[in-house]
């Protein structure tokens, strides 16, 4: 058993660059504070590659099962002595992954903003932000329980709103970052209420002993039955709505899209936070997300859209996935697919900041033919397209391939969504990159120019990481129950994938590689499906109507009026009562002396006649 | 002699000594006349406490104790009422107690 404390040091470093650059950046020069804040997440970048290596080759023996490892833990909030809430460092294959996965991810927003930011008066917040958001990243995965874990969710959902809300002089990011809050907030609740349930019945927030399947935390809830389904179903569901929330699924999905307000970067580092259970939702949201990424033209939100696709991949991968050995296999495709993504899709958002930098626009109809304008950003942005369409040999084929491969084994429905969203997946994002860098020839006012190196290298690195990321053992790393197993690649699964793929291709490169009118004559011929995805389903109608129609109608507007009327009345009428008792009794203050005797004297009198002839 | 006069002429002295007291007290403008009004009440009570420890209880001399404490309290308590009439006088250039009526509302 290795000694992993120095783990520590991965979440803590991000956490004191945020207090430094947030007290005293502003004293600093915006290049100061931008290395401040690179270099301490490359410290633990560092850290956290060292942590992987040792975890992974020379601290294991082969052959082994991979254990978790309790680096460091202290007793934070001593409630009682069953009660006690932990904060530490919980080391096993998939916290160690995702600290190699946040800190590069991370580590590339930080350089790359030093080049994207510039010039921007906020540039110090900008990082000290971008700190806040890796440590609570990290603290997250680092959890030991399931309270720490919520504890850093709430933060991961604090620096989320205050990055969306970076522009905060623009109203249109104000209203989005509350969005982002609100709605994840309802999330969390359920996230809270399904902690609470869990830990009430099993006397334990520990993730050791939670996901031990033949502990006694298991055994002891899964008996106790509530509304028909066991206590253990119900608090996992309410997790997973947490998880969905915060990860954008149906139907919490409306905050992301308007979250585009905020600088772009974010993005990258905001793509890889899914956690939890149900393949239905996923899948569900896989090709729901897929649709409406197709028809809208602000690159950033097919971006989230896709993100948003991507991640019910995941969900859906470890909805079918069993535990231990081959039955694991969803479990790892998962998380495979979690690490190549979390590459590819921080390429895609990077590659669409340098665009939106050169054109100074969101819009798909305002770019095109920038190929020659902007090489690096186009060719990166040409393998991450290929990446996520699943072309072997990126990355993006080999995880999707595994998840395939679960859904296959578990259920043909799921499956066939699989195939198609992988072929929308190829469509949408070449229509976008077509649209990008092919298409029509725009007349820019000033011609738009490559992006400077500190913004292009960390699209290099990871274009490289996209390449080669699939060629990882990822069975025998990260799996359900630290056993590695045998996998291999089914080509009678993955040639109907790669296919599709080509076909989604191949379809839009024939309508969008040049300007032709077949786009137009599809959204036609498809008028309600186009108009319908376009406006994203109506699910934002839907919430305002909610919102506005239902809830602010029928409970709020009786709630202001109740407030209003019955509380403040309330209030107010003893506070009336009051200035008017004093009013009709100030006049016996007079300030007079004698008056004042006169009246002592008298009821001195009526008191001694009481006393004498009535008593 | 003096063990012929009965308790209840003291009684009725003192009685009158009190209320012309209390009449001085509330009907007086000066406050100089009003302190004296409470001299008078304090001194009808004086003899109220000598009268009735002679009758009542011949042998003994609390009354005559009481009282000397009372005349001591009011030399006191005449002391503190002049000072506060001079400081009066000096805010208010009169005292008259009329004009003294600022603790009010």
Partial sequence: MADYTYTLLIPLIPLFVFVLLGLTGHKMKPVVSGLIGTSGLGISAILAYATAFKYFWTGHAAGTAYTSIKAFEVSWLHLTDKLTIHLGALIDPISVMMLVVITTVSLMVHIYSIGYMKGDPGFYRFFSFLSLFSFSMLGLILATNIFQMYIFWELVGV???????????KPSAVAASKKAFIVTRF???????????????????????????????IASVGGAAFMGMSVLTWSLIFIFVGGAGKSAMF?????????MEGPTPVYALAAPDALHVVAWVGGFSSIFAAVIACTQTDIKRV?????????????????????????????????????????????????????????????????GGLRKHLPITHITFLIACLTIAGIPPFSGFFSKDEILAAAFHSNKFLFAIEYIVAGLTAFYMFRLYYGIFWGKN????????EAPRVMTIPLMILAFGSIFAGFLPFHNLVTSDGKGFESHIDWMIAIPSVLIGVIGIVIATIMYKKPTAIPDKMAGTFRNLYKWAHRKFYMDEVYLYVTRKIIFRYISVPIAWFDRHIVDGTMNGIAGM????????????????????????????VLVLIFVYLV | MIQNIPLSYYLVISTLMFFIGIYGFLTRRNLITMLMSVELILNSVNINFVAF????????????????????????????????IINIYRNFKSIDVENVDEMKY
Avoid: C
Avoid at chain 1, 159 to 169: A, Q
Avoid at chain 1, 188 to 197: E, H, K, V
Avoid at chain 1, 442 to 449: D, E
């Fill in chain 1, 159 to 169: 620096s989320s709103f205050l990055l969306i809300g970076y522009y905060y002089e």
């Fill in chain 1, 187 to 217: 999330a969390d609740l359920g996230f809270l209420i399904g902690i609470l349930m869990l830990s009430f019945n099993t006397g334990t927030f520990d993730f050791q002993t939670l996901t031990d399947p033949h502990g006694p935390a």
């Fill in chain 1, 251 to 259: 139907p919490f999905h409306i905050w992301l899209p308007d979250a």
């Fill in chain 1, 303 to 367: 971006l989230a859209f896709s993100t948003m696709s991507q991640i019910g991949y995941m969900m859906l991968a470890l909805g079918v996935s069993g535990f231990g050995g081959e039955d694991g296999l969803g479990f790892m495709a998962s998380n495979f697919h979690l690490f190549t993504h979390a590459m590819f899709k921080a390429l895609l958002f990077l590659g669409a900041g340098a665009v939106i930098h050169a054109v100074h626009s969101n819009e798909i109809t305002d770019m």
């Fill in chain 1, 442 to 449: 725009t007349h820019y006012h000033h011609t738009p120019h």
């Fill in chain 1, 578 to 605: 009051t200035v008017w008792a004093a009013f009709a009794v100030k006049g016996l203050q007079s300030g007079k002396l004698q008056q004042y005797a006169f009246v002592f004297v008298g009821g001195t009198v």
């Fill in chain 2, 53 to 84: 420890n002679r009758y009542l209880y011949p042998q003994q001399l609390q009354g005559h104790f009481f009282m000397l404490i009372v005349i001591a309290v009011a030399a006191a308590e005449a002391a503190v009422a002049i000072a506060i």
